[in-house]
């Protein structure tokens, strides 16, 4: 299976402390002992590092990019795809939906991707199924 994955399960993986750890490990393993596949955008891994970086320093960030980092597929983000995720954004007029998030539904659409490793309600709102 494949799965699209957000900067709220990725920073779920890499902190101990985060009450979405225990669900977000064991689905994690589970999938990588299916050999299942997970994908994620340069917007997604670039707001992720400053989340993990700020909160949990450097060390963690560390982890990050060693351990976890090179298990994903990256789409890169093109300008035609922001300015849709600025559309999308504007369109939604909600405080709490971000750019990021508005072009990784973008880019899920494009590569036909139904399912999101994310624990970020908007994924579930714009129509694909969440995991764990």
């Known amino acids: ?28 393993l589970a999938c990588l002992d299916r050999s299942d596949k997970f994908f994620s955008s340069n917007y997604v891994i670039l707001e992720t590092v400053a989340l993990i970086q700020r909160r949990l320093g450097l060390n963690a960030l560390r982890d990050f990019i060693n351990i976890l980092l090179p298990v994903f597929h990256l789409y890169w983000i093109e300008e ?8 999308v954004l504007m369109m939604n007029n909600e405080r709490d939906l971000s750019l990021v998030d508005c072009t990784s539904f973008e880019i899920m659409r494009l590569n036909e991707l139904e399912d999101a490793f994310a624990f970020d309600r908007h994924f579930a709102q714009q129509g694909f199924r969440c995991h764990p």
Do not use: C, E, Q, W
């Open 80 to 87: 035609k795809h922001h300015d849709v995720g600025l559309r």
């Open 1 to 28: 299976m494949n799965f699209f994955v957000d900067t709220s399960a990725l920073y779920a993986l890499i902190d101990g402390d985060d009450a979405n750890h225990p669900p977000a490990k064991a689905f994690f």
